[in-house]
């Protein structure tokens, strides 16, 4: 509690000080990590705007496991500095909630990017009861003091507009994180398995699962091993399977040991660049698979805890046999699924999901951003 009223204090002195008005603050999930759609943002500025044009800063938890990061200055969180920064930036971009050590300034522009372009769980207001209250109040104060909040669907639009506590201006302009899945001739699968110690010619099967709020892990019983096997008889090649937790099971992950086939990725900051590089994706009522939809590449649901998950954790936007993407409930089931898969069948299903959403992803959305960043900063 004193360090809460210290900060509070510093901020109130920093906030006295000119905002310097190119000057750009972003940080993802709390500064746990660099990426999501502030990194996307960040590595458009860095490419298409010359040298000195924006003072581009980030925040992280951990300042040492960045240091290969460049073209950006970098500061802890919770720092002198990091407070002195934030409280000068004209511009603030994250994906999560902020908390109240960000005391916005008159003539402060703040972007609320959030971490999914479209999503199958139940969020804030809709999400309520599911809620703790200490974020819910958090949630509220944030949205007061948003300017900006960025939407990639219709669908996401009207959630918005019901959910998020949130009355300012909605950009429908497509989701920064998602613009990489748009540009297929980059090198980002090669650098993605080189990085991962990985041949190029191997094929990759990702498994996304989100978490549950009782930190059951019990739920995670997908066999691994058989869904290799089975990927191999039914697309053949040499699979690899990534396993990507949540990052609020990253205590849990550590725990798991990478082996032969399977690689526990977890502790990777881009699920996007795993996804640019993966040729399925299994997931269960996680976000990411609305953005692998925009692949159109396989994507499959295991969700062995369908009814008391829907019951006990969040209701879903849309009924899970609504989706384009195969369920399963047994391992059994997950293996037939792959088995009797259809590219055809799956392809008429995205599209579909695409015409219903109206989607707005392009891969376009870092410039939509940065021509009204530009012109609301004049």
């Not at 990702?206 to 739920?219: M, Q």
Request: net charge positive.
């Amino acid at each position: 509690m004193l360090k809460r009223y210290l900060a509070l204090g510093v901020i109130y002195i920093l906030n006295c000080l000119p905002i310097k008005k190119n000057k750009i603050f972003l940080f993802s999930y709390y500064g746990s990590q660099y990426g999501d759609s502030p990194k996307y943002i960040t590595e458009y500025i860095l490419k298409s705007y010359p040298k000195g044009k924006f003072d581009v800063v980030w925040a992280f938890n951990d300042l040492m496991n960045k240091e290969h990061l460049s073209g950006f200055r970098k500061v802890k969180t919770m720092s002198l500095k990091y407070f002195y920064e934030l409280c000068t930036s004209k511009v603030i971009v994250t994906n999560f909630r902020t908390t109240d050590l960000f005391v916005k300034r008159k003539g402060q522009y703040y972007i609320q990017t959030w971490h999914s372009s479209l999503r199958l769980k139940q969020i804030e207001k809709d999400a309520e009861c599911s809620l703790p209250h200490q974020y819910v109040e958090m949630a509220k104060k944030d949205s007061l003091k948003c300017d900006l909040l960025l939407s990639g669907c219709e669908y996401s639009t009207k959630i918005f507009k019901r959910a998020f506590w949130y009355e300012g201006e909605i950009f429908e302009s497509g989701t920064p994180a998602n613009d990489l899945l748009f540009n297929p001739g980059l090198d980002v699968r090669k650098t993605v398995l080189e990085r991962l110690k990985l041949s190029t010619d191997i094929k990759i099967a990702l498994y996304a699962p989100t978490f549950r709020k009782d930190g059951d892990i019990s739920v995670y019983d997908l066999n691994l091993n058989q869904v290799i096997e089975s990927l191999t008889q039914k697309f053949g090649g040499k699979w690899f399977l990534l396993l990507r937790l949540h990052p609020h099971l990253s205590l849990v992950s550590k725990k798991i040991k990478s082996s032969k086939n399977i690689i526990n990725v977890t502790q990777y900051d881009d699920v996007q660049e795993l996804m640019y590089a993966s040729d399925i994706l299994i997931t269960d009522y996680s976000s990411v698979m609305f953005s692998f939809l925009l692949t159109k590449k396989p994507c499959f649901l295991y969700v062995p805890d369908l009814k008391s998950y829907i019951e006990n954790d969040r209701r879903l936007y849309f009924d899970i046999k609504e989706l384009p993407f195969t369920s399963a409930i047994t391992n059994e089931e997950i293996k037939r699924n792959i088995r009797e898969f259809s590219f055809e069948g799956y392809e008429e299903g995205v599209s579909k999901m695409l015409k219903i959403i109206n989607s707005f992803e392009d891969g376009n959305a870092c410039e939509k951003l940065l021509n009204k960043i530009e012109k609301e900063i004049g």
